[in-house]
């Protein structure tokens, strides 16, 4: 399985940003999927999920900020980040909601700062 990741970049606060992950390698549309960051210093952290049949759960640091979607037909994972402050910073990747994750991809980065 392959994860490529993107969209990041520098914003400032109160800024938005729309990031993508292509999926390739799998059957796509029958995985939850969630977006993870990780911050310097940091552990991994899950930000928000959505099971294959699109319900979705966010983390409290980002929930009402962050929406997550996919397209099933495209192999897409979304994360439209609006209203982001500079404690979002962080390397954003995606992978499959479960104990059993996939290799991780690069990764995109997300700067946040005026």
């Known amino acids: 399985v392959q994860l490529q990741a993107s969209g990041g970049g520098l914003v400032q606060p109160g800024g938005s940003l729309r990031l993508s992950c292509k999926v390739s390698?799998?059957?796509?549309?029958?995985?939850?999927m969630g977006w993870y960051r990780q911050a310097p210093g940091n552990e991994r952290e899950l930000v928000a999920r959505?099971?294959?049949?699109?319900?979705?759960i966010y983390s409290d640091s980002v929930k009402g900020r962050f929406t997550i979607s996919r397209d099933n037909v495209w192999r897409t994972l979304y994360l439209q980040m609006n209203g982001l402050k500079p404690e979002d910073t962080a390397v954003y990747y995606c992978?499959?909601?479960?104990?059993?994750?996939?290799?991780w991809g690069q990764g995109t980065l997300v700067t946040v700062s005026s």
């Open positions: 390698g799998t059957n796509f549309r029958i995985h939850d």
């Open positions: 992978n499959r909601f479960t104990s059993a994750l996939w290799t």
């Open positions: 959505i099971s294959h049949d699109g319900g979705t």
